[in-house]
């Protein structure tokens, strides 16, 4: 079983930055692929990024050039840097993780974190 818990979500200008992070326990985080997805009110939740147990990423369109996912094994964390930030960024997001798999469908992902708020204030 993994338990993931993000922080960071906030308040923040149009242009500005964010750091997300999700803390993951439990066993052999290293073999997860952990990605990041986001939900507004009344819409699917969405693709935003992945990271695979070998460090390739992938981005939503939305997002490249202006997001990037990290991850550090040895203290079983993945980071989501949020630069330029846009209102139609305004979003609950989530950590989610999934073993051996490369995926960008939400569904597909067995664990997820309860969400952490950001907003973009225009």
């Known amino acids: 079983q993994v338990q993931l818990v993000e922080s960071g979500g906030g308040l923040v200008q149009s242009g500005g930055s964010l750091r997300l992070s999700c803390a993951a326990s439990?066993?052999?985080?290293?073999?997860?692929?952990m990605g990041w997805f986001r939900q507004v009110p009344g819409k699917e939740r969405e693709f935003v990024a992945l990271?695979?147990?070998?460090?390739?990423?992938d981005y939503a369109d939305s997002v490249k050039g202006r997001f990037t996912i990290s991850r550090d094994n040895a203290k079983n964390t993945v980071s989501l840097q949020m630069n330029s930030l846009k209102p139609e960024d305004t979003a609950l997001y989530f950590c989610?993780?999934?073993?051996?798999?490369?995926?960008?469908?939400?569904?597909?992902?067995?664990?997820w974190g309860q969400g952490t708020q950001v907003t973009v204030s225009s």
């Open positions: 989610a993780g999934v073993y051996l798999r490369i995926i960008t469908a939400p569904q597909e992902y067995t664990y």
């Open positions: 439990g066993r052999a985080f290293s073999r997860l692929a």
């Open positions: 990271i695979s147990w070998s460090d390739s990423t």
